[in-house]
């Protein structure tokens, strides 16, 4: 049997010196893939939806706000975790991606109060997200911390 070849693993170590979670410095070098993984699910994805006018639009605002963008981002921080580890770095960043998609794309210049709802969906969204973010950050490291390593 070779060895596992992932070059990210924690140090072993005792149980009264370990964390129930593994954790890690934050990189870009070992988050560039994760990044741009966010960057195409909150940037390009809507995009694809946009192109379709105003049945697209309305798609967007319902399908993706509401369950596709949690799934995406559970599922890419989930992984990170499990092959990175948590830190508290990334998923405000990955936040921070998120709640600028919001402003860029779910929000329409033809409503009343256009400045006062961006800044109030977009402050939501990214409290919430970053929420899913951190959550399935420390489920991923526990999964490594206890089930890969």
Known sequence: ??????????????????SMIARSEFAFETSKWFLAAVIVAFHILPLAFLAFGETGRQALNTICMLYLNPILIFVIMLLYGVRIGFNFKMPIVCALIEAASIAMYYTSAAQEDYLFYTIQSTIVMFIVYAIISYISTAIGAFIKHYLIA
Do not use: C, I, Q
């Open 1 to 18: 049997m070779s060895k596992s070849k992932n070059k990210y693993k924690a140090p072993k170590s005792n149980l009264k010196d370990s």
